[in-house]
């Protein structure tokens, strides 16, 4: 396991993830596909400049016993992304996503990894 620390040996906060890694929550009762799809669209394509930009989407992971989305039923959805630029978390969170929440759970700041 690779130890984060900066250049004087002091240990800090980073990923070697990329420069900035963001989990996220996206949740609704009984999320559609359709939800999903929406909030995962304006993710990748962004909203307003400097208030929710375009992220790449690194993971996704699906907060059921079984790990799998089931439409209609799924509330929570996690959700990894990366990239330097804005994120707001919001109620009716993107565009056609109505009734869709999201909240920051991690916030990772990209270090140098010194082994």
Known sequence: MAVLTNTNGKSMEGNGAG????????AKSNMTEADLTAALNFL??????????AHTIAG????TESGIFTDSTTDDVQ?????TGAFTAASNFGI????????L?????????SV
């Open 105 to 113: 759970l991690a916030d990772f700041q990209g270090a140098p990894i």
């Open 60 to 63: 996704v992971s699906v907060l």
């Open 44 to 53: 990748a394509a962004g909203g307003t400049a400097g208030t929710d930009d």
């Open 96 to 103: 056609g996503s109505t009734g869709v929440t999201s909240t």
């Open 19 to 26: 420069p900035r890694t963001r989990i996220i929550n996206l």
């Open 79 to 83: 959700v990894a992304i990366q990239g």
